[in-house]
């Protein structure tokens, strides 16, 4: 039994039973990822995959308890390794950091200039997707935090912290007929194309939740995932956008004008998530810390121990 047979078996359920894609994920052939299921199950004596010819379908009783022991001995080992360099007294690694193009814009930068700071051996690498995505690189220890507003809360697998809440804002070119109402509503909103997140991102949620609540149907035009991208297609007249508060620092250079609209969106909270289970090195914890200060490590280590 070896760690390459374990992560054959971990990553062939991750990716839905495509040994190609295993492959793909582990860096080497797909004759090669049978050969190390194959062996573990020979040597275990259980068929671990449900086969048809070759191709696996999908996992056994007995493999279903297999997968669960093999994910704990995994998580373990990379425990065993960040423990390690932790006692040792390397203050050197790579934070990896999923999230959103909002948070890596608008919300990390200030963050991670202050997390170099006190760590300045650390490398941090961000990676951008979808709140889905995101939850996935996090379980599969391809990253150390999730960031999100989406999401991160429903994954069992995941210790999610909240951060700090946010609210949407209209944004409008110059003129805009919209500008001269003095309570801006719903209706108002409807009656004109609109340009927002796309289903799933930065709170699009409570932006649909709005509308259908009030029984109002609305002509979304263009979504994207980018809120920069939103305020450039609202600048060239496309419709009207709505986006995270946070984002508008940049409707100034775009010429477009920004309206409250708290009073029509629910609030949204950023989360920040790790895998459940995992041993968290003291620079991730800092930067957790430095990312939302209303917390403390006694939170951080009961979170851990019992769950968010």
Known sequence: ??????????????????????????????????????????????????????RLTGLTDPGKGIVEIIDRLLIEAENLRQASEEYAGKKSGTLTIATTHTQARYVLPKVVQAFRAAFP???????????????????????????????????????SFPCYSWSHAVVVPQGHP????????????????LITYD???TGRGHIDAAFR????????????????????????????????SMAIESSRYNGLQ??????????????????????????????ILQFAPELTRGDIDSAMRHGV
């Not at 990716?15 to 020979?42: K, M, W, Y």
């Not at 997707?129 to 690189?137: R, V």
């Not at 919209?178 to 194309?193: G, I, K, N, R, V």
Request: glycine content about 8%.
């Open 1 to 54: 039994m070896n760690f390459q047979q374990l992560r054959s078996i971990r990553e062939a359920t991750r990716c839905g039973f495509n040994l190609t894609e295993v492959a793909h994920v582990l860096f080497t052939s797909q004759p090669g990822v049978s050969r190390q299921i194959r062996e573990l199950e020979d040597e275990l004596g259980v068929e671990i995959f449900e086969r048809n010819g070759k």
């Open 121 to 159: 051996e650390v490398r941090i690498a961000l990676q951008q997707s979808s709140p889905e995505h995101i939850a996935e690189w996090v379980l599969s220890g391809k990253a150390d935090v999730g960031i999100a507003t989406e999401g991160l809360s429903q994954f069992e697998e995941l210790v």
């Open 178 to 193: 919209l500008l001269a109402l003095t309570s801006l509503s719903l209706q108002d909103l409807a009656a004109y194309p």
């Open 199 to 201: 289903v799933g991102f």
């Open 213 to 244: 609540e009030a029984g109002i149907a609305t002509d979304i035009v263009l979504t994207a995932m980018d809120s920069d991208v939103i305020q450039q297609y609202v600048a060239l007249g496309l419709g009207v956008g709505i986006v995270a």
């Open 258 to 287: 920004a309206i409250a609209a708290t009073h029509l969106f629910a609030a949204n909270v950023t989360r920040l998530a790790v895998r459940r289970g995992a041993y968290l090195r003291s620079y991730t914890c800092d930067f």
